[in-house]
């Protein structure tokens, strides 16, 4: 689950991670009470939505007066932001970070996440603060330091000092710093982080370090253990069709194809996804309803596939162990009366059953075509897509 920049901010003081003062704002005379309070210009207007590069959009801007403070707010609030990271489609501005300039000296990059390659904990860091790290890997992938942290162990002095050093850091902010990482690490622990990155991390003026922007993302298979987070959810900024679907239990990610996927297993799904493509058309969705699905559960899924009005056709693959074919062919049958099913749909069913299973989908009179196997479906799928079926 992803964060606002200003809900990182709030976790990043309780950790007494040093961050600029700074409020949110819902509307251009709460940006100008916050201005306010804060007590002298320059202040920073920040769009608040879950993507990278906002600058580059126009969604940052710095304010040098109160008249500039209505002036930004009034242009970013309700904007529709789009930066390499939200698509065309761009992101609908609804709330502002108003916060204090600092005097800057240097600006660096840090992040910490996990490495799955090698099951450990990476620190990066980079002397280049303030562009894309993607775009800096390409360019100049000597400027990234990368130190690993056996999560076991946690991290120990050297990896501070090898951060450090890597950075170049000046002896009068090594202290400061050290005590900063520490902490930044507890945090990503302590509350499951998949990513935590500030760019830029600044130096300032006056020889101390600060956080001028702050990414989190959390892995939401552990929200359980974080109530406290569960406020912070945003689903203003989730896709509508995976909001829907999470209030089912169905696993759901909206994709750029047209096929939907109605899939019990995530590893069946990625293979069936593989095989979509393979076979020359775009999977629309990753949708797995597990393998204790009901008949609920696939009406559901149909209904959501299909107000994604880019689906041409919509393939149900299903391996039949806990449940059934036949019980199962009776749902999907139930669920395609009641959802109105106005695309064709392609079921491949393997497992227990499976000949009563496709008995009872070749007599319901829908538009469901059967499959032998995955590869007839894949190929069935694609066909129909191109209108050649």
């Known amino acids: 689950m992803k964060i606002h920049e200003y ?3 709030e976790l990043f003081r309780k950790y007494k ?31 608040q939505v879950h993507a990278g590069g906002r600058g580059k959009g126009g969604g940052v801007k710095i304010a040098k007066s109160m008249d500039e403070v209505a002036k930004f707010s009034r242009a970013i609030l309700g904007m529709t932001l789009i ?43 980079s002397v280049s603060g303030g562009i894309d790290i993607e775009e800096l890997a390409a360019k100049a ?52 982080c998949l990513l935590l990155e ?12 600060a956080a001028i922007d702050a990414k989190i993302e959390i892995d939401s298979n552990s929200l359980f253990r974080h109530k406290d987070i569960m406020e912070y959810r945003d689903i203003d900024e989730e896709d509508p069709l995976e909001v829907e679907a999470s209030k089912f239990n169905l696993s759901y990610i909206n994709l750029d194809g047209n096929v939907g996927n109605i899939v019990n297993g ?30 609920e559960m696939v009406e559901n899924g149909l209904r959501i596939i299909l107000k994604d009005k880019r689906v041409k056709v919509v393939l149900i ?3 039949g162990g806990i449940l059934r074919c036949d019980v199962f062919a009776k749902g999907i049958v ?26 009872i989908l070749a007599k319901s009179g829908l538009n469901l075509v059967t499959a032998e196997d995955l590869k007839d479906a894949t190929q069935k799928v694609a066909r129909l897509v191109k209108g050649e079926e």
Do not use: C, W
């Open 317 to 319: 693959n299903i391996f």
């Open 334 to 359: 139930q669920a395609a009366k009641k959802t109105g099913i106005n695309v064709p749909v392609v079921v491949r069913m393997e497992g227990t059953n499976v000949e009563e299973g496709r008995r």
């Open 141 to 192: 992938p000597e400027e990234i330091i990368k130190v690993y942290i056996d999560p076991l162990l946690g991290i120990q002095a050297y990896h501070i000092r090898q951060v450090a050093f890597g950075l170049n850091l000046p002896s009068a902010v090594i202290k400061q710093f050290t005590g900063m990482l520490k902490n930044l690490y507890r945090l990503f622990v302590d509350y499951d």
């Open 198 to 209: 500030i760019n830029p991390l600044v130096i300032t003026a006056e020889e101390t370090v």
């Open 17 to 47: 991670i040093p961050v600029p003062d700074g409020y949110v704002a819902f509307s251009v005379e709460a940006a100008k009470i916050i201005a306010r309070q804060l007590g002298g210009f320059p202040v920073v207007i920040k769009a």
């Open 266 to 295: 995530a590893g069946l799904a990625m293979a069936t996804m593989d095989l979509i493509k393979i076979a020359g058309a775009e999977p629309a969705n990753f949708m797995d309803v597990g393998g204790g699905a009901t008949a």
């Open 7 to 9: 809900q990182a901010k």
């Open 83 to 125: 930066t390499p990271q939200t698509g065309t489609e761009g992101r609908l501005v609804k709330k502002l970070l108003v916060e204090r300039a600092l005097p800057i000296e240097k600006e660096l990059y840090l992040s910490i996440l996990s490495d799955r390659a090698t099951a450990k904990i990476v620190i990066m860091a």
